[in-house]
C-alpha cells in the first residue's frame, strides 16, 4: 500500500521501518515515530519547510507562531547549530508537542533548554530584529498577523498560509486575474516587497498539502550589498516528495 505523506495518521512504531536510512531527515522520523503523537502530514510538511528556510536563513533566534506541535522549530535547530534558540507560541496548550520536545531532546541533548513553549495570542509576541518568524498554517488573517509582526520587528521571516479568505484578507484587487488563494498570497509578497523586503516564493510538494506555498521574507539589511544573482527572488519544487534526500 502507498505511504501517503498527506496522511493525518498519527506515526507510530509501526511506522519505523518506513525511515530506515541514515539521512537526518530518517533519524528524525524515527524519533517522531518513537513518540506515537504526531499526524504523518506534519513531519513532512514540517521538514520541507525547515530544510527551505534553512537553505536561505542562518541562525537567529527562531519564533514559531501558531506552532501545534512545534516541530518546525526544532528542525530548524537541528539544521543549523549557530541559531540561538527557539520560542513557540500558540493559543492553547499542545501536550503532544510536550511529548515531541522531549523526544527530540532525548535523541539530540544539544537542544536541551533551547526551545521555550508558549500558550497565548500570537499577536502579543515581542519580536527583535534578529530573529527569524516562522508560521506554517496560521489560518486566513492570522498570517498576516504573523506578517504584521515581523515586519514591525524587520525580522526575517518564513510562511507557509492557509485557509485565504476574501472577507478577511487582502486580496490586492487581484480577483480579475487570480483565484482568492493566490490573490491573497500575491499581495502578502507584494506587502513584503513594499517594505523593503527581497522575497522568495517557493512551493512544497503538493503530495503534501495543497497550501504550500511558502514566502520568504529577507529584510533590506540582509540583502544589502548582495549581487543581483544572488538576490534571485524565485524557485520551485520540481521533484517528487517520496522520501527526502541526504540532507546532513
Ligand atoms: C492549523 S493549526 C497549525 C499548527 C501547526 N503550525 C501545523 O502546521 O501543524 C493552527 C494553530 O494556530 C493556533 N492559533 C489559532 N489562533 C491563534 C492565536 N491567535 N495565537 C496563537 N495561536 C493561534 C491554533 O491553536 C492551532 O494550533
Redesign the pocket.
Known amino acids: 500500500m502507498q505511504f501517503d505523506p498527506k496522511s493525518r495518521s498519527v506515526l507510530t512504531r509501526h511506522d519505523l521501518g518506513r525511515f530506515a536510512g541514515r539521512t537526518l531527515f530518517d533519524r528524525i522520523a524515527r524519533t517522531v515515530c518513537e513518540a506515537e503523537c504526531l499526524?504523518r502530514k506534519?513531519l513532512f510538511?514540517?521538514w520541507e519547510v525547515a530544510r527551505r528556510v534553512r537553505r536561505r536563513i542562518r541562525g537567529r533566534r527562531v519564533v514559531?507562531?501558531?506552532?501545534?506541535?512545534?516541530l518546525?522549530a526544532h528542525l530548524l535547530l537541528l539544521l543549523d547549530a549557530t541559531s540561538e534558540g527557539a520560542i513557540t507560541?500558540?493559543?492553547?496548550p499542545?501536550p503532544s508537542a510536550t511529548t515531541l520536545s522531549g523526544a527530540l531532546t532525548a535523541r539530540w541533548p544539544r537542544l536541551a533548554g533551547r526551545v521555550e513553549h508558549r500558550v497565548?495570542?500570537?499577536?502579543a509576541t515581542a519580536i527583535a530584529a534578529g530573529d527569524l518568524v516562522v508560521?506554517?498554517?496560521?489560518?486566513g488573517a492570522?498570517s498576516d498577523?504573523v506578517l504584521d509582526l515581523a515586519i514591525g520587528a524587520g525580522a526575517h521571516v518564513a510562511l507557509?498560509p492557509?485557509c485565504h479568505d476574501e472577507q478577511t484578507c487582502d486580496t490586492g484587487g487581484l480577483l480579475g486575474f487570480l483565484p482568492i488563494p493566490l490573490a491573497v498570497d500575491a499581495t502578502r509578497v507584494a506587502r513584503l516587497r513594499a517594505s523593503g523586503y527581497e522575497t522568495i516564493t517557493q512551493t512544497i510538494p503538493a503530495e503534501i498539502t495543497p497550501h504550500n506555498r511558502l514566502i520568504i521574507g529577507l529584510p533590506a539589511t540582509a540583502t544589502e550589498g548582495s549581487s543581483p544573482r544572488a538576490r534571485q527572488t524565485t524557485g520551485r519544487h520540481r521533484g517528487a516528495v517520496a522520501h527526502p534526500g541526504a540532507d546532513r
Open positions: 499526524p506534519e510538511e514540517s514559531e507562531l501558531a506552532a501545534g506541535h512545534a518546525v507560541v500558540d493559543a492553547k499542545v497565548g495570542d500570537l499577536s508560521s506554517v498554517h496560521a489560518c492570522l498577523v507557509l492557509c
